[in-house]
């Protein structure tokens, strides 16, 4: 189970923003961070818990190991507005999302 | 690039039937593990149903099992997902995804098909 809090926030724009997700149990660094703008699919941003993937913003960065992992916004864009969710693997399924967060301005 | 493009949603009576199907390019399709994620109106991402690249190994989340069945097919790179004796609570979009790799994370979507179960 992934437990993300805040559920939302708001910031304004410049602003550092983090997010944590916690898991259950420890999944190494086994987890990815979405991105999914309004109307949109989602979009892989992080793997390996830190791993930026290609063409993402360096503005963002994930940490952790084991339980609690974060997804950091450098300095928070009108483009970020979106809700993000964790996502841990390298398990059989169920596969397994964090509830979200909402990002606000 | 890497395409994933779902068709077949629509508007069903609850007890009806759908097939969902999503159109694969610009990759071996394969040999990628794909999953069918949904995700109803207002709420968070729910995993559906998983099948490995080789068609042997298949999963269903809590909702699917004994009602969904997914299946893939290599000739035309197409994955589908069969939905029988569909539930108002199955009101979603439906995506298809691509999974990087054996119980790997996902790295593609595909933009949703929306699904309608209402008298």
């Known amino acids: 189970q992934l437990t993300q809090s805040p559920s939302s926030l708001s910031a304004s724009l410049g602003d550092r923003v983090t997010i944590t997700c916690r898991a259950s149990?420890?999944?190494?660094?086994?987890l990815a961070w979405y991105q999914q703008k309004p109307g949109n699919s989602p979009k892989l941003l992080i793997y390996d818990a830190s791993t930026l993937q290609s063409g993402v913003p360096t503005r963002f960065s994930g940490s952790g190991s084991g339980t609690e992992f974060t997804l950091t916004i450098s300095s928070l864009q009108p483009e970020d507005v979106a809700t993000y969710y964790c996502h841990r693997y390298n398990t059989a399924p169920p596969l397994t999302f964090g509830g979200g967060t909402k990002v606000e301005i | 690039q890497v395409q994933l493009v779902e068709s077949g949603g629509g508007v069903v009576k609850p007890g009806g039937s759908l097939r969902l199907s999503c159109a694969t390019s610009g990759f071996s399709f394969s040999d990628f593990f794909m999953t069918w994620i949904r995700q109803a109106p207002g709420k968070g991402l729910e995993w559906v149903a998983y099948?490995?690249?080789?068609?042997?190994?298949?999963y269903y989340g809590d909702s699917a099992q004994g009602r969904f069945t997914i299946s893939r097919d290599s000739a035309t790179n197409s994955l589908y997902l069969q939905m029988n004796s569909l539930r108002v609570e199955d009101t979603a979009i439906y995506y298809c995804a691509r999974v990087r790799g054996r119980y790997s994370f996902i790295d593609f979507w595909g933009q949703g098909t929306l699904v309608t179960v209402s008298s």
């Open positions: 099948i490995s690249a080789t068609t042997n190994v298949f």
């Open positions: 149990q420890g999944i190494s660094d086994y």
